[in-house]
C-alpha cells in the first residue's frame, strides 16, 4: 500500500501567519494518464472531512485562495496563507493514483 | 443541494452482521460513483471500497482490509447506497461516512458502529 506521511504532527500557528504542511509519499502519485491524483482534505472538529484541493493544486469549489496546494511525484505541500480561526483543524492528504486508496495520519493546526 | 445521511449504525456483537444505508438527494444519483470511508476515533480516515456509475457499470472495488466481508451496494430506484458488513471485529469499530463526487466532495455526517460485546 502506499504510504502517506505527513508532517509536521501538530502545527501550532499565530492568526494572520502562514502555515505548512508536508505529504511525502512512498511511491510516485503520478498515474499513466499523467494526471496526480493527491488531495487535501480538513477536518474541523466534530465535522466530516471536508474537501480543499484535488489533482494537487486545483481548489474545490468554495475554498479560500488563501490554501495553495503544490508539488509532484512523491512530495506534496499544502501551504495556508494568512491563516484565520475556521482553519483549525486536522489537515488529511489522500492518495487516489494506486489501489487500495489511502489518507495520510494527519496534520492537527491550532491556533496560538 | 447534495445530501447524504447514512443510517443503521449501532452495537453489535464481534462475528456479527451490520447493514449501513446512506441516502443521496440533491443530485443524479446513477451519475456519480459512491464511497464509504470510515474513521475511527482519533485516528485517519481509511477509504473501503466504492460502487461505480451507470455509465462504468456499477462495479464494486473494495480495500483488501474488508474485502471479502464488506459488499457495497445501490439501489437506483431510491436513490440509496448500501454498506453491508459481515463477520465483524471489534477493528471494525468507527464512524463510516459515505461521499460522492469526482472526489470526495460530498460527505454525509457519519455514523458510529461499535463492535463489542
Known amino acids: 500500500d502506499v504510504v502517506l506521511t505527513q508532517t509536521p504532527v501538530s502545527l501550532s500557528v499565530t492568526l494572520g501567519d502562514q502555515a505548512s504542511i508536508s505529504c511525502r509519499s512512498s511511491?510516485?502519485?503520478?498515474?499513466?494518464?499523467?494526471?496526480?491524483?493527491l488531495e487535501w482534505y480538513l477536518q474541523k472538529p466534530g465535522q466530516s472531512p471536508q474537501l480543499l484541493i484535488y489533482?494537487?493544486?486545483n481548489r474545490f469549489s468554495g475554498v479560500p485562495d488563501r490554501f495553495i496546494g503544490s508539488g509532484s511525484g512523491t512530495d506534496f505541500t499544502l501551504k495556508i496563507s494568512r491563516v484565520e480561526p475556521e482553519d483549525l483543524g486536522v489537515y488529511y492528504c489522500?492518495?487516489?493514483?494506486?489501489?487500495?486508496?489511502?489518507f495520510g495520519s494527519g496534520t492537527k493546526l491550532e491556533i496560538k | 443541494e447534495v445530501k447524504l445521511l447514512e443510517s443503521g449504525g449501532g452495537l453489535v456483537q464481534p462475528g456479527g452482521s451490520m447493514r449501513l444505508s446512506c441516502a443521496a438527494s440533491?443530485?443524479?444519483?446513477?451519475?456519480?460513483?459512491m464511497y464509504w470511508i470510515r474513521q475511527p476515533a482519533g485516528k485517519a480516515p481509511e477509504w473501503l471500497g466504492f460502487?461505480?456509475?451507470?455509465?462504468?457499470?456499477?462495479?464494486?472495488e473494495y480495500n483488501p482490509s474488508v474485502k471479502g466481508r464488506f459488499t457495497i451496494s445501490r439501489d437506483n430506484t431510491q436513490n440509496m447506497l448500501y454498506l453491508q458488513m459481515n463477520t465483524l471485529r471489534a477493528e471494525d469499530t468507527a464512524t463510516y461516512y459515505c461521499?460522492?463526487?469526482?472526489?470526495?466532495?460530498?460527505w454525509g455526517q457519519g455514523v458510529m458502529v461499535t463492535v463489542s460485546s
Open positions: 511511491q510516485s502519485l503520478e498515474y499513466s494518464d499523467g494526471y496526480t491524483y
Open positions: 440533491g443530485f443524479t444519483f446513477t451519475d456519480f460513483y
Open positions: 489522500f492518495q487516489a493514483t494506486h489501489d487500495p486508496l489511502t
Open positions: 460502487i461505480r456509475n451507470k455509465a462504468n457499470g456499477y462495479t464494486t
Open positions: 489533482e494537487v493544486s
Open positions: 461521499a460522492t463526487g469526482s472526489y470526495f466532495d460530498y
